[in-house]
C-alpha cells in the first residue's frame, strides 16, 4: 500500500515519493514551511520534523536551566568530586619541594648589602649593651638595592657613612710590603677573593686598590685578599 504526503495527505507513488524526516512527500510538496520553495535532499534543513531553506531555519535560542532538585544535587555532587581531586593532587605533591630560585649576581649583591647591614647592626648593638645602654627595638626592613646607609658610628672609633664601595672588575695581587690596619667590624668574605676578619683583627700588607677596597693579610689567621675599605681603620 503507498503512504500519505506528509504534506497533502495524498497518496505517494514511487516514482514521485521523497522519503525524508521520517515522512513521505511528493517532489512538489517537499518545499520550505515559510517561502514554500522547492527543496531537495542537498539543500534543505530539518527542524522539528519539517523541512525549511536556509534563509527560513528557526534560530534555536539557550534557555535558563532551572535549579531543580535533581540538578542542585548533580551540582553539589560535581563540587565534592572538585574538592576530593583537590585533596588527592594536595597529597601526591607534598614533600615535593618549591622550586629553586636562580641565584643571579642582583640578588648576590643584594644578598651581600643584607649581611653586611645585619654585621654593622650586631657589632652597634653589642657596643651599646657593653656600655650598660638600651637597646632600642628594632623593626625590621627590607633595604633597597643601592640604597645602603651605614648607621652612626659608635663611640669608641671613627667611622665617616659612606655608600657600598664598588668592587673592581679584576684586581692583581698587590706586593707583600704595605700599611697595617686594624678592624672595626666583623666581615664574611662574599667571593672566592675575599677575606673574612672579626672585630679587632690586625690587618697587615695592606695595598689600596680604589676608594673602597684594599688588599691585606689578616694576621690572626694567616688568610689574605680582598676587604672593603670602610670596615678598618689605619694604625
Same mark, same amino acid.
Given at each position: 500500500?503507498?503512504?500519505? /504526503?506528509?504534506? /497533502?495527505?495524498?497518496?505517494?507513488?514511487?516514482?514521485?515519493?521523497?522519503? /525524508?524526516? #521520517?515522512?513521505?512527500?511528493?517532489?512538489?510538496?517537499?518545499? /520550505?514551511?515559510?517561502?514554500?520553495?522547492?527543496?531537495?535532499?542537498?539543500?534543505?534543513?530539518?527542524?522539528?520534523?519539517?523541512?525549511?531553506?536556509?534563509?527560513?531555519?528557526?534560530?534555536?535560542?539557550?534557555?535558563?536551566?532551572? #535549579?531543580?532538585? !535533581?540538578?542542585?544535587?548533580?551540582?553539589?555532587?560535581?563540587?565534592?568530586?572538585? =574538592?576530593?581531586?583537590?585533596?588527592?593532587?594536595?597529597?601526591?605533591?607534598?614533600?615535593?619541594?618549591?622550586?629553586?630560585?636562580?641565584?643571579?649576581?642582583?640578588?648576590?649583591?643584594?644578598?651581600?648589602? =643584607?649581611?653586611?647591614?645585619?654585621?654593622?647592626?650586631?657589632?652597634?648593638?653589642?657596643?651599646?649593651?657593653?656600655?650598660?645602654? !638600651?637597646?632600642?627595638?628594632?623593626?625590621?626592613?627590607?633595604?633597597?638595592?643601592?640604597?645602603?646607609?651605614?648607621?652612626?658610628?659608635?663611640?669608641?672609633?671613627?667611622?665617616?657613612?659612606?655608600? !657600598?664601595?664598588?668592587?673592581?672588575?679584576?684586581?692583581?695581587?698587590?706586593?707583600?710590603?704595605?700599611?697595617?690596619?686594624?678592624?672595626?667590624?666583623?666581615?664574611?668574605?662574599?667571593?672566592? #677573593?675575599?677575606?673574612?676578619?672579626?672585630?679587632?683583627?690586625?690587618?697587615? #700588607?695592606?695595598? =689600596?686598590?680604589?676608594?673602597?677596597?684594599?688588599?691585606?693579610?689578616?694576621?690572626?689567621?694567616?688568610?689574605?685578599?680582598?676587604?672593603?675599605?670602610?670596615?678598618?681603620?689605619?694604625?
Amino acid at each position: 500500500m503507498n503512504p500519505l /504526503c506528509g504534506r /497533502c495527505n495524498l497518496v505517494v507513488y514511487p516514482t514521485e515519493k521523497v522519503n /525524508c524526516l #521520517d515522512k513521505y512527500w511528493h517532489k512538489g510538496c517537499f518545499s /520550505c514551511e515559510v517561502c514554500k520553495m522547492t527543496l531537495n535532499m542537498k539543500n534543505y534543513k530539518g527542524f522539528e520534523k519539517r523541512p525549511y531553506c536556509n534563509a527560513h531555519y528557526p534560530k534555536t535560542n539557550f534557555t535558563c536551566v532551572a #535549579d531543580t532538585p !535533581e540538578n542542585l544535587r548533580l551540582k553539589q555532587q560535581s563540587k565534592m568530586q572538585s =574538592q576530593v581531586h583537590y585533596r588527592e593532587d594536595f597529597e601526591k605533591n607534598k614533600g615535593k619541594g618549591f622550586s629553586v630560585v636562580a641565584d643571579t649576581p642582583e640578588l648576590q649583591r643584594m644578598k651581600k648589602t =643584607q649581611d653586611q647591614i645585619s654585621n654593622i647592626k650586631y657589632h652597634e648593638d653589642f657596643e651599646k649593651k657593653k656600655l650598660g645602654g !638600651e637597646v632600642p627595638p628594632h623593626l625590621p626592613s627590607i633595604p633597597s638595592p643601592g640604597a645602603f646607609q651605614p648607621p652612626a658610628a659608635s663611640q669608641n672609633f671613627h667611622y665617616d657613612p659612606a655608600p !657600598e664601595p664598588v668592587r673592581p672588575a679584576a684586581a692583581a695581587p698587590p706586593p707583600s710590603a704595605g700599611k697595617r690596619f686594624r678592624a672595626v667590624y666583623d666581615y664574611s668574605a662574599a667571593d672566592e #677573593d675575599e677575606v673574612s676578619f672579626m672585630d679587632g683583627d690586625v690587618i697587615v #700588607d695592606v695595598q =689600596q686598590i680604589d676608594e673602597g677596597w684594599m688588599y691585606g693579610r689578616v694576621e690572626r689567621t694567616g688568610q689574605q685578599g680582598m676587604l672593603p675599605a670602610n670596615y678598618v681603620e689605619a694604625i
